[in-house]
């Protein structure tokens, strides 16, 4: 097959649209495709299901809060919980609570219990003060250092 011939060939392509052509004469075999075009592209794209993208949203982050102290309040310390468990202010629940504010604690006083994997921890003041502030509810699930009691420390 010589140049004429194949340009014989992509003319009849263009004119009847076709993308792929394939011949095969006495033994020769030619084979011709044409890369898509832009507006094949453009035709295909148009096919294509267009999906809305949502709106964009401006992400403001939160103001900061004004600076203040860290930690417990001057003259008061913190007693945290040792272990990620259930909150307990008494011993059974037709007791009396351990500790309530204005008691007067020793570093031995029990202060709580926290149920943990069915085990009942007695937890101890380690300070000796005045309580101020307990932060725990009777039956909540608490974390490990989180804030139970604040005490006065004398």
């Known amino acids: 097959m010589d140049i004429a011939e194949l340009k014989k060939l992509v003319k009849l392509m263009n004119e009847n649209e076709l993308v792929e052509l394939e011949i095969e004469e006495q033994g020769a075999k030619v084979r011709l495709k044409k890369a898509p075009s832009i507006a094949g592209f453009a035709a295909q794209a148009a096919a294509l299901p267009v999906y809305a993208t949502p709106p964009a949203v401006a992400v403001t982050p939160p103001?900061?809060?004004?600076?203040?102290?860290?930690?417990?309040?001057?003259?008061?310390?913190?007693?945290?919980?040792?272990?990620?468990?259930?909150?307990?202010?008494?011993?059974?629940?037709?007791?009396?609570?351990?500790?309530?504010?204005?008691?007067?604690?020793?570093?031995?006083?029990?202060?709580?219990?926290?149920?943990?994997?069915?085990?009942?921890?007695?937890?101890?003041?380690?300070?000796?003060?005045?309580?101020?502030?307990?932060?725990?509810?009777?039956?909540?699930?608490?974390?490990?250092?989180?804030?139970?009691?604040?005490?006065?420390?004398?």
């Open 63 to 154: 103001a900061s809060p004004p600076p203040g102290p860290v930690g417990p309040p001057p003259g008061t310390v913190e007693i945290r919980s040792p272990i990620v468990g259930t909150f307990y202010k008494s011993a059974s629940p037709d007791s009396a609570p351990y500790v309530a504010v204005g008691d007067r604690l020793k570093p031995d006083s029990v202060v709580c219990i926290i149920e943990a994997m069915k085990v009942m921890n007695e937890i101890k003041a380690e300070v000796a003060g005045e309580v101020v502030e307990i932060l725990a509810d009777n039956g909540e699930a608490v974390e490990y250092d989180q804030v139970l009691f604040r005490v006065r420390i004398d």
